[in-house]
C-alpha cells in the first residue's frame, strides 16, 4: 500500500457545505456535499503504508489557528511538511487539530485526488423507513433530514 493510493469507502465521510429547500418547501431538500478523510484514516493510512515507527506529528498553537508538522522517515531520514487550519466552530481546539493533521496530510499526497472529483455531488435523501448514512438539519431551524452520498464511479478503491 502506498501513501498516494485510495481510500477504501469506509474511509471517506461526507458533509455539507450548503443546502436548503426547492422552493421553500420542506418536503424538497437538497444539499451540495463533500467527501473528507478522517484523521483516523489517515493515521491508518500512514501505520500500513510506512509503519508506525516511521511517522510523527507536532502541533503549534497560534492566535487563531494551529499547525501541524507532518513528519515521515524515509530512507533513515526525517522530512516534514507542515500545514495549518483556523480553529473550528464546533470543538474548536480539537478540530483545529484534526484539520491541521488532515492538510499536512494531503502535502504527502494522501487524499489529494478528492480535490480533483469533478463535483458538485448532492446528498441522496431518504425516505423516513429508509436506510441511510447520515442524519442531519439542512437549516439551523430545520428538522433532520437523512440522507447518503451518492454513487461516485472511481472514488474509492
Known amino acids: 500500500m502506498k501513501l498516494t493510493d485510495k481510500f477504501k469507502q469506509h474511509e471517506i465521510e461526507w ?27 489517515i493515521m491508518n493510512r500512514l501505520d500500513d503504508a510506512i509503519g508506525v515507527e516511521n511517522w510523527q506529528d507536532h502541533y503549534r ?7 501541524c508538522s507532518l513528519s515521515l522517515r ?5 522530512i516534514t511538511k507542515e ?18 493533521f488532515k492538510r499536512a496530510a494531503v502535502k504527502w499526497g494522501m487524499g489529494r485526488y478528492l480535490y480533483e472529483l469533478k463535483g458538485p455531488y448532492f446528498a441522496q ?15 439551523k431551524n430545520s428538522k433532520y433530514f437523512r440522507w447518503s452520498p451518492p454513487e461516485i464511479p472511481d472514488l474509492y478503491d
Open 61 to 67: 498553537q497560534l492566535e487563531h489557528g494551529i499547525t
Open 74 to 78: 524515509i530512507k533513515n531520514e526525517w
Open 15 to 41: 458533509r455539507i457545505m450548503t443546502g436548503g429547500f426547492k422552493n421553500n418547501d420542506e418536503s424538497q431538500p437538497w444539499a451540495i456535499i463533500l467527501p473528507y478523510l478522517t484523521s483516523r484514516a
Open 125 to 139: 435523501f431518504k425516505k423516513q423507513n429508509e436506510n441511510f448514512h447520515y442524519k442531519t438539519k439542512i437549516t
Open 83 to 100: 500545514d495549518g487550519a483556523s480553529e473550528t466552530e464546533i470543538d474548536s481546539f480539537k478540530g483545529g487539530l484534526s484539520d491541521a
